[in-house]
């Protein structure tokens, strides 16, 4: 099995910043792809940001410029700097990975359990 942990979220002021890590364990063979998402209250989870195998990253609109992904995969960790940070980014953050457990294994989808992340104004 595999286990997404995510950390970092808390309150912020507006314009300020927080940098979220989601770590990945268990048996892993290799992250192919991950991504955050978020999810505010009722609204339904959207896209935040992805990086795929080899480091190439995509970002919605809301948040380009703004928030940076990246990945460690001696670590199988991967991160979100949010910069600049404004009350509409007020969410649930969750982490998503896709996870080979072996070289044969078909890669398979697993969520973290979220963490809060709250801007004031």
């Known amino acids: 099995q595999v286990q997404l942990v995510e950390s970092g979220g808390g309150l912020v002021q507006a314009g300020g910043s927080l940098r979220l890590s989601c770590a990945a364990s268990?048996?892993?063979?290799?992250?192919?792809?991950a991504g955050w998402y978020r999810q505010a209250p009722g609204k339904q989870r959207e896209a935040v940001a992805a990086i795929n195998g080899v480091g190439l990253a995509n970002y919605a609109d809301s948040v380009k410029g703004r928030f940076t992904i990246s990945r460690d995969n001696a670590k199988n960790t991967v991160y979100l700097q949010m910069n600049i940070l404004k009350p509409e980014d007020t969410a649930v953050y969750y982490c998503?990975?896709?996870?080979?457990?072996?070289?044969?294994?078909?890669?398979?989808?697993?969520w973290g359990q979220g963490t809060q992340v709250t801007v004031s104004s």
């Open positions: 268990g048996n892993i063979f290799s992250i192919n792809a």
């Open positions: 998503n990975a896709v996870v080979k457990r072996s070289f044969y294994s078909s890669p398979e989808d697993y």
